[in-house]
């Protein structure tokens, strides 16, 4: 096997060199339209809150309890749609987007679609000392060790997370009964490729956990103006050399289908709070999320629902 050895200019790097300001050429609003057309779907309003879990575990737990069902109107070739009712309206789930591409894919038609508050539930390592385990971290930062984020904004080192989202789940997710920290998580592609060498550095700088969907999903919620929150459940970390790696925990799992209504509780709280009316108010500062670095206008406008809504496609 050969490869071919790059300039050292970051220039030719094509990660590095996405053209941010240009449109793309496939669209989100075009594969929605595709799936509408060959499964002749209407054009239904869903949740404006929805839950990417990314393990698929609590989604499992509900599904088996029958306490969810088919979101029918949800145009997507690759995954399904559940709704989940909590205090008087009706949350989205969506199971196994793993993964910053396959996250923001879907986050990306979840938008289209109308969804306003998109949030992720992760598992996750421990990074550093500073987060007992097991235990559960809001992200409110992430550092971008993964490539989806380089399509949507400017090189940088890290991208923040909407504050005052990260505020009501900071507030809602004790309801888990796990301890609970808000910072910095580090986002990568590769875990299998994770050093002791990031670990050290990273713990340096501040990171909680380390994940794969956060520095993408921020990077898209700045581009794109929309809102978005990660939750992490943090379940192992380097110390525990030797011991059996295991997602699961007594404590944890008798709080699933809290941590289930937890956080969309928080989304929704969050939406009824930040709108007048009806208009939600998302103004992504620039400061807000690029360290270091300023935003580029973005590539294109938000989009508004497509077609015409004639009743809850769930």
């Known amino acids: 096997m050969t490869f071919t050895k790059t300039s050292p200019d970051a220039s030719h790097l094509p990660l590095l060199n996405h053209p941010l300001h240009e449109p793309s050429t496939f669209r989100p609003e075009d594969l929605v339209e ?80 109308g969804v306003r ?9 421990g990074v550093g000392s500073g987060l007992p385990v097991p235990g559960v971290v809001v992200a409110d930062r992430a550092i971008r060790d993964e490539g989806t984020s380089y399509h949507y904004l400017p090189a940088g080192e890290t991208v923040e997370a909407l504050p005052s989202l990260a505020d009501a789940l900071e507030a809602e997710v004790t309801a888990v009964g796990l301890p609970v ?53 943090v379940t192992n970390t380097p110390e525990q050399d030797g011991e059996p790696l295991t997602k699961a925990h007594a404590t944890f799992n008798s709080s699933c289908f809290t941590r289930s209504v937890a956080v969309p509780t ?3 709280s969050w939406v009824d709070r930040d709108r007048p009316g009806r208009g939600l108010d998302v103004t992504l500062h620039n400061d807000h999320f690029v360290s270091g670095e300023a935003l580029p206008a973005a590539p294109y406008p938000a989009s508004p629902p497509l077609g015409t809504h004639n009743g809850l496609g769930c």
């Open 266 to 268: 928080a989304s929704r």
């Open 117 to 125: 508050v998109i949030i992720g539930l992760a598992s996750a390592g």
């Open 34 to 113: 595709a799936v509408r057309g060959q499964r002749r779907l209407d054009a239904l309003d869903l949740p404006e809150v929805c839950v990417l879990d990314f393990d698929g575990d609590i989604t499992d737990a509900l599904v088996d309890a029958r306490e969810v069902w088919a979101c029918e109107g949800w145009p997507c070739f690759h995954t399904s749609m559940w709704a989940l009712p909590v205090g008087g309206f009706h949350c989205g789930l969506i199971a196994r987007t793993i993964g910053g591409p396959y996250a923001v894919l879907v986050a990306e038609q979840l938008v289209v679609c």
């Open 181 to 233: 920290r808000r910072g910095l998580v580090w986002t990568t592609d590769a875990p299998y490729r994770e050093t002791s060498g990031q670990l050290d550095r990273y713990s340096r700088m501040g990171a909680l956990a380390v994940e794969m969907q956060a520095a993408s999903l921020f990077a898209f919620a700045a581009a794109r103006n929309v809102a978005v929150g990660v939750v992490a459940h």
